[in-house]
């Protein structure tokens, strides 16, 4: 009996999200590497299939994904999701080993991160309400404040409710970070502004989700992306640099990370 690699992937999933708890987010990330992973033994012909997968085929598998040219954290993840693979099989008897913990990836290599300094993220804030609608431009402005200087994801600000924001104490509760972990950042005089302008023009709604959208319905994660992406128009000082960080003059979301993390270790 041979266990077929897409059955595996789809116990594997089932676990992750029901015995595990990730979030919806997780299960793409490990589908696309199982996706790569098919492509090849299809391309090679060979069985898809646990039991295929020796250390000499995942080997061959990594030396094909840098001809491809994938970069060293690309193949890491992929190899990395296989290996996950691998655990769960093995922990409930479905293999005998992990053959991805005798396999080498290619090092990454580590840059300086770009990093947004305070004049250029409080430009981004300006830019951020130039909007047709002056609602919108208010919670496009608490958008890319939290963004900044909370160093939330875009999941966890399309999962903000209302009462998740304490202008009185100065912090912003989230309720399901990354693993499902709760926390809780404080709220900068900038942040706390923009989200109290923002609850003064929220329309009345009958959800408590933070941010909506135009026609009042809950913000999603592919919104909170569009917005940050192509939103605001270009920002004076830092849009024109032609840098990767910056898409159109609007900070990339890692970016805006990295500012919050700065500014959180500098304090």
Known sequence: WRLGFVAADELFFSYLVHAR???????????????????????????????????????????????????????????????????????????????????????RRRRMPSVLSLEEARGALVASEDHRWARMGFRNRAIVAVLLFCGLRRAEVAGLATGDVDLRSGWLKVRNGKGGRPRSVPLVRDVAGALRDWLEFRPAVDHDCLFTGLGGKPLGVKGVASMCSSGPPRVRGYGDRGSARTRRGTPSLHCCCRRAACWISSR
């Open 21 to 107: 708890g990730c979030p919806a987010a997780t299960s793409p990330a490990y589908g696309s590497a199982g996706a790569a992973l098919l492509r090849y033994l299809a391309q090679e012909e060979i069985e898809p299939s646990v039991e295929s997968l020796t250390i000499q085929v995942l080997r061959r598998y990594v030396s094909w994904l840098s001809r491809s040219s994938y970069s060293p954290a690309t193949i890491s993840r992929r190899i990395y999701a296989i290996s996950s693979l691998f655990r769960y099989l093995v922990s409930y008897g479905y293999a005998e080993g992990n053959p991805c913990q005798c396999v080498v990836v290619p090092k």
